[in-house]
Nanobody, 123 residues
Framework: QVQLVESGGGLVQAGGSLRLSCAASGSTFSTSAMGWYRQAPGKQRELVAAISSNGYTKYADSVKGRFTISRDNAKNTVSLQMNSLKPDDTAVYYC?????????????????WGQGTQVTVSS
């Protein structure tokens, strides 16, 4: 399993930007699919963006054109650049990792999770 630690959350005004980072430990990072997820109060956790081991990406429709996921296998990190933030983006953001792209995209039976980082966007 991969151990994950997120950072970079905070409070930002609408229209602003934040960059989330997820540091991974373990030898399997480079072969793992990675995902960023979020959960707002009273809502189910949802996939925000995912990146495969070879760099293929997938985004939720709500963030396309605003968010960018990237990974650095040399540093064992995956990042989420969030631009043009909206109040609806307010949530706890989680990093997830799994050997299966399908499980990461589905957000089901993902092998490793981080503890989450709060993102709050004020109007």
């Amino acid at each position: 399993q991969v151990q994950l630690v997120e950072s970079g959350g905070g409070l930002v005004q609408a229209g602003g930007s934040l960059r989330l980072s997820c540091a991974a430990s373990g030898s399997t990072f480079s072969t793992s699919a990675m995902g960023w997820y979020r959960q707002a109060p009273g809502k189910q956790r949802e996939l925000v963006a995912a990146i495969s081991s070879n760099g293929y990406t997938k985004y939720a429709d709500s963030v396309k054109g605003r968010f960018t996921i990237s990974r650095d296998n040399a540093k064992n990190t995956v990042s989420l650049q969030m631009n043009s933030l909206k109040p609806d983006d307010t949530a706890v953001y989680y990093c997830g990792a799994d050997s299966s792209w399908q499980r990461v995209v589905a957000g089901q039976r993902v092998g490793s999770w981080g503890q989450g980082t709060q993102v709050t966007v004020s109007s």
